[in-house]
């Protein structure tokens, strides 16, 4: 009878983590392409740097105070769309610096497929070999405070003493395409081995890692870039 019982029990929670995992891919789908609404409609307006300022300080303020109180209730699809929503149109200003450049649309559709290759295939390999890289959560939350400090102390650094950061902000962005994919891993073996069990929040990570991902791949290849 315990038998049984164990294995109706793991079946249970093996039904719940692939609808955990499927909810979370359509809604992070939605919610992708609802930022790219979001900027291109910023872009079509040429939203100043400010106010992409302003709804990306919005956005971190939602996701911090507002998504944790909410992601267990019915406002919690809205929050996630206004937050996405709010990141995708802060994009605007950067992508229509960028494509302003000579290869500038080239530059975004090597940083969109970059981000794309890297998400599938880190996503595929831990949902087929099912490995739980929980272990990495210490090293990556280490290693975004160092990013962030450092990302921090170099604004501070140029803005007041005029420094040129540009191969610092060069090596910062690599860091981050490096955490991003550590993150990716993590999040992914957090739903798959039952650490993550609310959609809405394992989107808004994977969300939050596509996004930084494709800002620091953007930023490599446009600093590499010959042009």
Known sequence: MEHVNTGTAQNVTSAETQKVLRNTYMLLSMTLAFSA?????????????GAAMIMSLAALAIVWFVLPRTANTAMGLPVVFLFTGL??????????????????????MQALGGTAIIFLSLSAYVLTTKKDFSFMGGFLFVGLMVVIVGAVGAMIASYFFGVDISLFSLVISGAIVLLMSGFILFDTSRIINGGETNYIMATVGLYLNIYNLFTALLHIIGATSDD
Do not use: C, F, K
């Open 37 to 49: 609404l979001t900027a291109g409609i910023s872009m079509s307006v040429n939203l100043g740097g």
């Open 87 to 108: 990141l995708g149109a802060a994009l605007g200003p950067m992508l229509n610096r960028y494509l302003s450049l000579p290869n500038g649309s080239e530059m975004v």
